[in-house]
């Protein structure tokens, strides 16, 4: 009995097409705008709609509190006019006025003050709130920016796979001219080699979206983008210590602390409504039947009004504005213990994308040395494909798991600095 062994011939068409389709890839990178990742914050910063909307915000804040202070200023107003009357008897009569008034009020029981402190507390809140919009702006360029990197890392990790992919294919299709080897074993590295082509397609899709995303975050949408990153090792002290951190320069914590300063203020401008209210005006005009002959005359007197009885809605108002900040204390305090749990929470993430990158990083050398000797092995003759297979599989899931690892540690450094309300 005769066993007839077909020859499969090894194709390289459809690789150089792979090639060339790479290198052109490269190239449009080349030509199209680099990004660091200081340069997309700035120009986040300056360009996000977000942070555009939260600076209007403060403009809007800082106009309330000039209205606030024009209370401190006398009312000055001038008024001019004529009058033209006639009797049942025909007697027609015309009269000129002119004059100018000014009104100031003295005191209203603490109540203008108490108003502009709360307009210039507002735009302090409006600037916290821009500050913590930034921070928010900051870690979603942050995270789109580690994205696009791993993108790019996954795609020159497929680049190495397919290229091992393929140089295994030729050494088994070799093997099988020569009886070595079967064709299920073939069709199967075949298929792999397929899966790996199509990984690359769809991680060049998921690369464009990402784009997209990073240039929608600094308003540079359709522009092509490639980043540069440098890696700095990056340390962070005591837990303890970050905690109290966070506690001071959150935003959102300063923003609680000055709505308490709106509410205790809120209370003193309920109590105004007890004291009296004082104001000082005078004016003078000029009157006459003809316009020729004018009169003047002249005024200045102040004015005291004292609430007698009001049905006790001032009593109710200074009830509901003391209970209004007993729930500001308590909000303010819930906050606290949030911002806390949220710091101890990112502070343990950190610590895990560390080791779990040192881990990773342990895998990886072991399961190329794993794969290098298997191959070594193939080659001689002394193992067989299913192994070769297997170790060239966990050599690329650990290849992966290491580009995720290093994803996930940026990640998680970024998401602490801005639990810590660090803003860079």
């Not at 993430?349 to 895998?363: G, R, Y």
Request: net charge positive.
């Amino acid at each position: 009995m005769t066993t007839v062994t077909k020859k499969i011939e090894i194709p390289n068409i459809r690789w150089q097409k792979f090639l060339l389709g790479f290198n052109l890839f490269c190239f449009s990178l080349l030509i199209a705008q680099t990004l660091t990742l200081d340069s997309c914050i700035a120009l986040a910063k300056k360009n996000n709609l977000k942070l555009l909307e939260a600076g209007l915000a403060i403009a809007k804040a800082r106009a309330d509190l000039t209205e606030a202070n024009a209370s401190y200023y006398p009312t000055v107003g001038l008024s001019s006019g004529y009058r033209y009357s006639s009797d049942f008897t025909n007697s027609k009569t015309g009269s000129f006025s002119t004059g100018i008034s000014a009104q100031y009020p003295v005191y209203k029981g603490g109540a203008i003050r108490a108003s502009t402190k709360i307009a210039a507390i507002r735009v302090k809140i409006a600037e916290e709130n821009f500050r913590q919009t930034e921070q928010e702006v900051i870690l979603a360029v942050k995270q789109a920016f580690f994205k696009i990197w791993q993108i790019q890392e996954q795609i020159s990790l497929i680049k190495n796979i397919l290229n091992r992919r393929q140089e295994n294919l030729t050494l088994l299709k070799l093997n099988y001219n020569v009886g070595r080897e079967n064709e299920p074993n073939v069709k199967q590295a075949e298929a792999a080699l397929k899966e790996t082509e199509y990984q690359y397609q769809k991680l060049m899709q998921e690369l464009s979206l990402a784009k997209l995303k990073l240039g929608q975050l600094i308003n540079q949408p359709g522009e092509e983008i490639v980043i540069q990153y440098d890696d700095k090792k990056v340390e962070f002290p005591a837990l303890d210590s970050l905690i109290q951190e966070a506690l001071w320069h959150r935003p959102e914590i300063i923003s609680q602390k000055a709505n308490s300063e709106i509410f205790k203020a809120q209370v003193n401008l309920a109590k105004s409504n007890y004291f009296p209210v004082i104001s000082i005006s005078s004016s003078y005009g000029l009157q006459a039947d003809k316009f020729f002959e004018p009169k003047s005359n002249w005024s200045a007197g102040v004015s005291l009004t004292l609430p007698l009885i009001d049905g006790f809605a001032t009593k109710a108002k200074v009830n509901a504005a003391n209970i209004a900040l007993k729930q500001q204390e308590l909000n303010l305090q819930d906050l606290t213990n949030t911002v806390g749990q949220e710091v101890r929470q990112a502070y343990a993430d950190w610590q895990l994308a560390m080791k779990n990158l040192e881990v990773t990083n342990k895998i990886l050398e072991a399961a190329r040395v794993a794969y290098q000797l298997t191959k070594l092995q193939y080659e001689q003759g002394r193992t067989s494909y299913f192994f070769l297979q297997q170790k060239e599989s966990e050599l690329t899931q650990a290849e992966n798991n290491c580009v995720n690892a290093q994803y996930n540690r940026r990640l998680a450094i970024a998401t602490l600095e801005k639990v810590l309300g660090r803003s860079n």
